[in-house]
């Protein structure tokens, strides 16, 4: 299984950015899947995750800005990020829990 994000980028606070994560094999309308940060100097940590049914959690610093989905036709998980703030910057990694996956990670970064 492999895992490839992409979406990352340079935007300003208060903008917005999509994140994709496209997941080859057959597996991935079976498995939680999660979106999780890791800030210079800091732990990783989990951001969201949607189980197999659509169930979605928030880490309390993201909830009512992001948005995770998934479109399982297209073995695409998303992270829809609104009302950026600079402490949101981060390289940003996707998982599959069925397979214990990392993707490569893709950076993010909020700033005037």
């Known amino acids: 299984v492999q895992l490839v994000e992409s979406g990352g980028g340079l935007v300003q606070p208060g903008g917005s950015l999509r994140l994709s994560c496209a997941a080859s094999g057959s597996a991935f309308r079976l498995s939680a899947m999660g979106w999780y940060r890791q800030a210079p100097g800091k732990q990783r940590e989990l951001v969201a995750v949607i189980n197999s049914g659509g169930t979605t959690n928030y880490a309390d610093s993201v909830k009512g800005r992001f948005t995770i989905s998934r479109d399982n036709a297209k073995n695409t998980v998303y992270l829809q990020m609104n009302s950026l703030k600079p402490e949101d910057t981060a390289v940003y990694y996707c998982?599959?829990?069925?397979?214990?996956?990392w993707g490569q990670g893709t950076q993010v970064t909020v700033s005037s």
């Open positions: 998982y599959m829990l069925l397979y214990a996956t």
